[in-house]
């Protein structure tokens, strides 16, 4: 191969044409690079995998509404509910990862049913990137007044001289509502029957009927019907000033009972980092701007500012530990 020589006067030439020829390449090159940093470009589809109405519906439509705001593009929720939440979880997972698909997940959907469920379609580690555990809602157990309890402690009682006669309702075995009694019945001895519904609308509507006695429930959910004085609530899992009276279920005297509900955000694995972390960091803004954020508490949802990576490590803990207990009480759910 024959070096090119070139005089001085071509030199020159060449040299004033460099700069230009690098402009060009640049410019071809922000054109065909996928476009992460003017994301969104479009409008964004957040998946619900849950019927409207619900706690996860509540916080992922403020949460949409906020970010439209926030990154001056819609985001739009998609409700996609059936089979405990994993129909809605796989389109999510199985998604582009590309940013315009975003799951709004409970904590059943992602920390609860990966140990439930003999086979799922989807992976939850290996195909959904986390990106911000969102909000708590506190949950509590609450009784219809035909029941005559006045305190978790009578309750207690009553499961344990009547084992397994108390009705109580839960949106399916498996769910947070289901497992929430499994643990008192394994932190106290008692017994109760269990009621399940194919989600918490119908559930609540045998709740206030008192055709069910009690039921285990997120608080953003039931606190209408407690300050109505139609359900008494007993104890709850976290103090709550929405509920200043209300004690926890550690101070209503039964220990080692554990749960927690969580409204989050995940994306599909292989999302970009930089749209992971524009997403994490506008859901953090959305919910301490004064036009959204109050409204959050005034649905007993507790905003969390965790970073993705914080999120990801408490949720493997979360399935760990639920695994471990779904196991040792042998609760299978087919798929």
């Not at 996860?56 to 509910?81: H, I």
């Not at 195909?127 to 009784?143: E, I, K, T, Y």
């Not at 289901?178 to 519904?197: D, I, M, N, T, W």
């Not at 506008?282 to 914080?310: H, N, S, Y």
Request: charged share 20%.
């Amino acid at each position: 191969m024959k070096l090119l020589h070139l005089r001085p006067r071509e030199l020159r030439a060449l040299s004033r044409l460099l700069p230009c020829l690098l402009a060009f390449f640049l410019a071809v090159c922000a054109v065909h690079a996928p476009a992460q940093e003017s994301w969104p470009a479009r409008p964004v589809r957040v998946v619900v995998p849950s019927s409207p109405g619900g706690g996860t519906d509540t916080f992922a439509r403020l949460l949409a509404q906020g970010l439209s705001e926030e990154l001056k593009q819609q985001f739009v929720v998609d409700n996609r509910p059936g089979a405990s939440g994993n129909i809605g979880t796989d389109a999510v997972a199985k998604a582009q990862p590309d940013g315009y698909t975003v799951l709004v997940s409970a904590t059943a959907s992602v920390a609860i049913n990966p140990g439930l469920y003999r086979s799922l379609p989807f992976n939850v580690e290996r195909d959904l990137q986390p990106v911000a555990r969102g909000v708590n809602s506190p949950m509590a157990f609450c009784v219809h007044p035909s029941l005559g309890v006045k305190t978790l402690g009578e309750l207690v009682a009553l499961g344990k001289r009547e084992p397994g006669t108390t009705p109580f309702a839960s949106a399916g075995t498996g769910s947070t509502t289901y497992l929430g009694v499994k643990l008192l019945e394994e932190a106290s001895g008692a017994r109760f029957l269990h009621v399940p519904y194919k989600g918490v609308g119908p559930a609540y509507q045998d709740l206030l009927g008192g055709q069910v006695k009690f039921m285990f429930t997120d608080l953003a959910s039931v606190l209408q019907y407690v300050r109505a004085g139609r359900v008494a609530a007993l104890a709850i899992n976290e103090h709550s000033h929405l509920l200043p009276a209300v004690l926890t279920i550690a101070e209503a005297g039964v220990a080692g009972v554990e749960i927690s509900n969580s409204f989050s955000v995940l994306l599909p694995a292989g999302t970009a980092p930089a749209i992971v972390r524009k997403l994490s960091e506008a859901t953090q803004r959305v919910m301490k701007a004064p036009d959204i954020g109050p409204k959050f508490d005034a649905q007993a949802l507790v905003p969390v500012f965790d970073t993705p990576e914080q999120f990801a490590a408490s949720l493997k803990k979360e399935r760990t530990a639920w695994a471990a207990f779904i196991k040792r009480n042998g609760i299978v759910q087919e798929q």
